[in-house]
């Protein structure tokens, strides 16, 4: 299993502010993941953490927009820039163990992020 | 690329009711998970379950591959069952996709 403390719990920021949530886990995991889950929506994978290279984003997710580090194994830090209003959701680390059909996920407790 | 459907997409219960949840998913899909998200935001792990039948307390998984669908089986729900559950499916890289979820309300 892992376990993964994810801060902040929750913030409220002002709108062209940033955010940066961090993610640490209790052991070295090679698959590291940022997802967004919108008010009532499901959840969204906004990239791939890569430890000691650039973030893979997904469809839809710049780099301008969610600056990602990955400095190791075990931390994580996602960056949401230029807050406005439609970025209010919850952000939410996770991490894979195992490969192919062994694959499991954790996540962390999920940031709850408010722009006003 | 990986798709997966949950279905219903909300139930309404009275306590002490069972319900069953579907999930479908494609072919590409190496692994499954079902979580139960809490009205906090937290999602919790309920099963790993890449295929058979796993069971723990009033819940149990049923997954067949062949078939590509899962069954989230609640019995005797309590109020304390609300909330929304997710199915999600992974790719050999690890990336999950989660299905749209199920809102499920446990009435007292």
């Known amino acids: 299993s892992a376990v993964i403390s994810q801060k902040p719990s929750r913030d409220i920021c002002q709108r062209g502010t940033s955010l940066t949530i961090q993610c640490q886990v209790d052991?070295?995991?090679?698959?590291m993941f940022w997802y967004r889950q919108q008010p009532g929506q499901s959840l969204t994978l906004i990239a791939t953490?890569?430890?000691?290279?650039?973030?893979?984003?997904e469809s839809g997710f710049v780099i301008d927009k969610f600056p990602i580090s990955r400095p190791n194994l075990t931390f994580s830090t996602l960056t949401v820039s230029n807050l406005s209003p439609e970025d209010s959701s919850i952000y939410l680390c996770?991490?894979?163990?195992?490969?192919?059909?062994?694959?499991?996920?954790?996540f962390g407790q999920g940031t709850r992020l408010t722009v006003v | 690329g990986i798709q997966v459907e949950q279905s219903p997409p909300d139930l309404i219960l009275q306590e002490g009711a069972n319900s069953t949840l579907r999930c479908n998913f494609s072919?590409?899909?190496?692994?499954l998970q079902w979580f139960h998200q809490n009205p906090w935001g937290q999602l919790i792990n309920l099963f790993y379950?890449?295929?058979g039948t796993k069971q723990n307390g009033r819940l149990s998984a049923t997954t067949v591959a062949t078939e590509r669908y899962s069954l989230l089986y609640i019995s005797s729900s309590q109020t304390t069952d609300s909330g929304v559950y997710f199915c999600?499916?992974?790719?050999?890289?690890?990336?999950?996709?989660f299905g749209d979820g199920t809102t499920l309300t446990v009435k007292p």
């Open positions: 379950i890449p295929s």
């Open positions: 996770s991490v894979a163990k195992g490969t192919g059909a062994t694959t499991e996920a954790f």
């Open positions: 052991s070295q995991v090679t698959m």
């Open positions: 953490a890569n430890q000691g290279s650039e973030a893979t984003y």
């Open positions: 999600a499916g992974y790719s050999n890289a690890g990336k999950s996709t």
């Open positions: 072919d590409s899909v190496n692994n």
